[in-house]
T-cell receptor
Framework: GAVVSQHPSRVICKSGTSVKIECRSL??????MFWYRQFPKQSLMLMAT?????????EQGVEKDKFLINHASLTLSTLTVTSAHPEDSSFYIC???????????FGSGTRLTVV | GDSVTQMEGPVTLSEEAFLTINCTYT??????LFWYVQYPGEGLQLLLK?????DKGSNKGFEATYRKETTSFHLEKGSVQVSDSAVYFC????????????FGAGTTVTVRA
């Protein structure tokens, strides 16, 4: 079945540094990828929708200059958290929608801790 | 806008008990409905889905029926196991060109031996 690989699974970084999270669709083409943020014991909050070859569409309240999203190919999207602060610590999950057929496949998530 | 309201937990059950998690939705048009499961420290996995009214999604002993008249998609399992302990999310997709998923708040289920 469809697989989405998300790396790293865990990352700890210092305040003020930037962190890049990768999301790859391994066996299908994903014209659209989604980035979510999940706070402890809460639901997923959609941050942005990423379409291959075009600028990401951010949800209201999400800072596009802080959360940089790049979707350069049909199999790779990246989320870069710039100038990270402790309040950015969270669980980030990507999802890819198959361009042929119907289905959303989620990555295994990235636990970001900013110290 | 489209939204999903899900029964709040946590829910604690004994093995072999019957599980029901309620989910209702608000949407225009004809949405598709999903249940996702999240095991500790992991991402979400699709459990089942239904794309039109009266469809029944089923997987691993779980079932949910798309009820348009009651705008519901309740999740059920007749006999739970310890391995079913997880967080369950009900979700909705408008089903048109808008591919965004709207999630419910999630229900934490703990099954005790």
């Amino acid at each position: 079945g469809a697989v989405v690989s998300q790396h790293p699974s865990r990352v700890i970084c210092k305040s003020g540094t930037s962190v890049k999270i990768e999301c790859r669709s391994l066996d299908f083409q994903a014209t659209t990828m989604f980035w979510y943020r999940q706070f402890p014991k809460q639901s997923l909050m959609l941050m942005a929708t990423s379409n291959e070859g075009s600028k990401a569409t951010y949800e209201q309240g999400v800072e596009k200059d802080k959360f940089l999203i790049n979707h350069a190919s049909l199999t790779l999207s990246t989320l870069t958290v710039t100038s990270a602060h402790p309040e950015d610590s969270s669980f980030y999950i990507c999802s890819a929608r198959e361009s042929v057929g119907y289905g959303y496949t989620f990555g295994s998530g990235t636990r970001l801790t900013v110290v | 806008g489209d939204s999903v309201t899900q029964m709040e937990g946590p829910v604690t059950l004994s093995e072999e008990a019957f599980l029901t998690i309620n989910c209702t939705y608000t949407a225009t048009g004809y949405p598709s409905l999903f249940w996702y499961v999240q095991y500790p420290g992991e991402g979400l996995q699709l459990l089942l889905k239904a794309t039109k009214a009266d469809d029944k999604g089923s997987n691993k002993g779980f079932e949910a029926t798309y009820r348009k008249e009651t705008t519901s998609f309740h999740l059920e399992k007749g006999s739970v196991q310890v391995s079913d302990s997880a967080v369950y999310f009900c979700a909705l997709s408008p089903g048109s060109n808008d591919y965004k998923l709207s999630f419910g708040a999630g229900t934490t289920v703990t099954v005790r031996a």
